[in-house]
């Protein structure tokens, strides 16, 4: 509204100043107008028929009076002939002319009655009885429209006095009423000039303000075109890409990069809308990017986001996101600008080196250390309602394996029972190898004891088998130890009592689970 008013003030003003004098113009032209000159004429009328003063009660005294102040009445150089009738008076019937001026209209000597029948008479003839019956009952002042006198087109003025008890008319003539039209003329014609020149005035500007507006769109175009140029040879050049989020709009722009390597557009609108459904991101990690833009919205106008993009060969590559926002006069997030970067090189090769530092080599499960750490941090979140349960199982007979049939075969055995741990425990459990071939697995979110037992049987049954190699054949089973933990409990103290369940379950007699309780013997369930 600012810039409007900047760049049209002068002809703003220019035009509100001729609507203005236009409306003066015609307000003040109004004065001079027919009906307006016409109307202070009656007033006019009106004041001098109450300046009559003196004895008037008689129709003679009454005409000499008129005559009087009406006789020559004169508006500028143009005479005003009138008349008048009694109306309500004790001289004369209502109605009754007695006093006229209007040749057309003569006052009979032959009484009163022929007078009142002139007047209704004329009236009628001019077509304006209305006003008649208007005169009869008015008070004050009045006029009519223009009538024929003399072949000349007249106004009628009126007044009631109430000191004559009388109607006075007047006929005003139209040229007198006209008088003022030229001065109105001038004025409607000064109003009108500065009208088309307001309009001229702002064609020329609107033009040249046009003309500014679209060479700034234009110059503004080549230079977001030019710096568009600048960002596809700068992501070619750094492996990465460009782009620029409309937060309002909820729409998304690549640089021409990520067209090339996705071998698809590089515009998306309703982006976050349509996250879960649309885009070729891993679906795993789609959450990665809804709470970057949850931070965003809190403030955390900064920030980078890792996921994964599906290639046009249909693998996952990761990818990193750095962003910063673009915040509006008022404080508001705008925009989010910022590159994405493949970082599947680096990323899988931290990958393996974590793996490396947290799995067991031979069976690719969790090594100790890593065991430890996760199920310390689940037992820090643990409520007071939660139970888990450890447990912890060996091979039995698995030395005689390595002995009679070589360190291998007992390798494959080891990789042969972690895969049927995990597929009789669930994905969410803490799986690991914590040495030889003793296992661990600690079960969470139970929802109760019987959970973990049905599971350990179900592994002993699988595990219950012989191990051929040739003509040797050695029978191997499993020793479980259990124990279930609560909150507050610590990795040591549970696995300490897990251990001795499971050297329990070994010396009574091998394949069997034992359960430790707290505050209770160890029990000791045969299978």
Known sequence: MSEIFKNYKYLIILLLFSIFFYIGSFFWANGFSNKGTAQRWAQTLESKVDSITGDVYTTEKMCLALEDVLGHFYVGEYYVPVTAFYRGSELGN??????????ECPIHGDGGENNKKSIEAYLKAKGIYKCYKEMISTSGYGLYDYININNEKCYIIYCYSSKLHAVVIGFVPKKCAESGYSGRLVLYSISFALIVLSFVLFVRINKKVSDGYKKERDEIKQTMKDKDARMDVLSYLMNEFTFEYDIKHDTLAFAEKYQTIFQRGKYFTRFLENLKTRYNIYHLDQKNIQNSFDKIMNG???GSCLFRLQMPNGNYEWFNCVYKVMVSDAGEPVYVVGKIMNVHKSQTE??????????????NLLNRAELEKRTTNYINEMSESDLAAIVIMDLDHFKQVNDTMGHTKGDELLIEVAGVIRETFRTSDIIGRLGGDEFYIFMKDLANEADAISKCEKLRTLLNRDVVNGDKVVNISTSIGIHYVKQGATFLDIYMKADSALYKAKESGKNRYCIHREGDEIKTDKI
């Open 94 to 103: 209502n109605g009754t002319l007695f006093y006229s001026t209007l040749d």
């Open 300 to 302: 955390e106008y900064e």
């Open 350 to 363: 931290k990958e393996m080196l974590l793996s490396r530092s947290t799995r067991d080599p031979l069976t």
